[in-house]
């Protein structure tokens, strides 16, 4: 019920549009969100880097409702993929097709991504390319499968919730496309997706086996330390090193947590989000699992 409310709200633009622009949202967007600009972002960057954590880019945004703003979405990536570059930061960027016009066009979609990926190729960079809820996963896998064979510099994101992902893993193993696994966001139909907690963390572990076995540098998206205690007993027990693969983790939520993997000698990388577009991306983190709500209280009061 409360997963249902939350997602129904992250959709009225009504109440977005007062929560973006209340002064009384600046407590959860210091915290979640690195700023509503570039330099912000870049000043984040920066100082992560120091902290020994890697980074991962989003400029918020989706679901674009014209050509324009397709190609400003592509054309903001395109400037901090050069700022990355230029700064030297271990950084990269991750984008939604939907921000880049796939409800619009798949050929503007396609053009626009193309255009982001020979960049960030000729930069040294990748793309992490988001999954979004399932009537987008075949078109995204297709477009990321064709843009890793054109230029290399991409990474899928797989969602453990939907019962099709071992299959997608196996596809993109086969493939050599490396993938970020998360447990996912949507409200998705029980004919497709896990229910409980309790069967999609099973199917998590199961796919951070397969990727730690087949995977090419995979990243483990999970702020569940149970979820990351399983991912160090497979990569131990296949004597993996720990820069073959990476934990992934949202900026401003377990700190402490990400502390004692880089203490531990694992790498982090942080999804660092900034811009003005900032409540849909804060409402389905809190969809992801009712308990994020207080998840997220107890994270405003942690160090």
């Not at 690195?34 to 870049?42: D, E």
């Not at 190729?121 to 988001?130: N, P």
């Not at 899928?156 to 970020?180: E, F, H, N, T």
Request: aromatic share 8%; proline share 3%; net charge positive.
């Amino acid at each position: 019920m409360l997963r249902g409310a939350l997602l129904f709200l992250s959709r009225q633009k009504h109440l977005r549009r007062w929560m973006e622009t209340s002064p009384a949202a600046e407590l959860l967007t210091r915290r979640f969100v690195a700023g509503k600009t570039l330099a912000r972002a870049l000043a984040v960057c920066r100082r992560l880097n120091a902290e020994g954590l890697l980074v991962s880019l989003d400029h918020l945004g989706e679901n674009v409702t014209s050509v324009e703003e397709a190609r400003l979405s592509r054309d903001a990536y395109i400037q901090a993929l050069r700022a990355i570059a230029a700064e030297g930061l271990q950084a990269t960027v991750s984008i939604k097709l939907t921000q880049f016009g796939l409800d619009l066009s798949e050929e503007l979609c396609r053009e626009n991504v193309e255009g982001l990926v020979a960049a960030a190729s000729g930069l040294g960079g990748f793309v992490e390319v988001d999954m979004e809820s399932s009537e987008y996963v075949d078109r995204t896998l297709c477009l990321v499968s064709d843009m890793h064979e054109r230029h290399g510099a991409v990474r899928a994101v797989i969602q453990a919730y939907l019962y099709r992902s071992a299959g997608d893993i196996d596809m993109l193993c086969q493939k050599g496309i490396p993938v970020r696994l998360c447990k996912g966001a949507y409200r998705e139909p029980h004919s497709i997706a896990f229910r409980s907690k309790r069967d999609v963390d099973a199917n998590y572990v199961h796919l951070v086996q397969t990727l730690l076995k087949r995977g090419v540098y995979p990243g483990i998206a999970t702020h569940d330390p149970k979820m990351v205690d399983a991912a160090r007993r497979s990569a131990a027990a296949l004597g993996l090193a720990p820069d073959r693969f990476e934990f992934q983790m949202l900026y401003g939520i377990r700190r402490d947590l990400q502390r004692k993997l880089i203490a531990g000698g694992y790498r982090v990388r942080l999804y660092v989000p900034y811009g003005d577009a900032w409540y849909p991306y804060l409402m389905r983190r809190l969809a992801e699992r009712p308990a994020n709500v207080l998840f997220i209280a107890r994270n405003l009061l942690r160090r």
